[in-house]
C-alpha cells in the first residue's frame, strides 16, 4: 500500500507560477511511475505529466514548456512546477502512483488538490 498526501494547491492568477507536492508513504520502494493528472467538472481526468524509473517525462501538449514534473526519492516527494498558469489550467489536480511487484501492478491516486486560475 502507498499513501498519497498532495499540497499546494489554491487561487492563482493568470501568468503566475504554483508547486504541488505529493509525498508518498507506505511501500513507496515498489514505486516505478509517477505523475499528475487534472480533471474539471464533467470531463474525463487527463494526464498532465509523468515520470518513470531512469527519471524519463512526458507532458499533455497542453503545457509543454510551462510544466516541470520532478521527483525527490530522498523524500519520497513528487512535485509539479506550475508556470504561466492559464484559466484553462483550472482543476482539481491528483497525483498518482503505479508500484510493480514482481509481474504485478498497482496504482494509488491522491485525494486531489484544487487549482483555481482566475483574476
Known amino acids: 500500500q502507498v499513501q498519497l498526501v498532495e499540497s499546494g494547491g489554491g487561487l492563482v492568477q493568470p501568468g503566475g507560477s504554483q508547486r504541488l507536492s505529493c509525498a508518498a508513504s507506505?511501500?513507496?520502494?515498489?514505486?516505478?511511475?509517477m505523475g499528475w493528472y487534472r480533471q474539471v467538472p464533467g470531463k474525463e481526468r487527463e494526464l498532465v505529466a509523468r515520470?518513470?524509473?531512469?527519471?524519463?517525462?512526458n507532458y499533455a501538449d497542453s503545457v509543454k514548456g510551462r510544466f516541470t514534473i520532478s521527483r525527490d526519492n530522498a523524500k519520497n516527494t513528487l512535485y509539479l512546477q506550475m508556470n504561466s498558469l492559464k484559466p484553462e489550467d483550472t482543476a482539481v489536480y491528483y497525483c498518482h502512483v503505479q508500484t510493480k511487484n514482481g509481474i504485478y501492478l498497482n496504482y494509488y491516486w491522491g485525494q486531489g488538490t484544487q487549482v483555481t486560475v482566475s483574476s
Open positions: 507506505g511501500s513507496s520502494a515498489s514505486i516505478n511511475a
Open positions: 515520470i518513470i524509473s531512469g527519471g524519463r517525462t
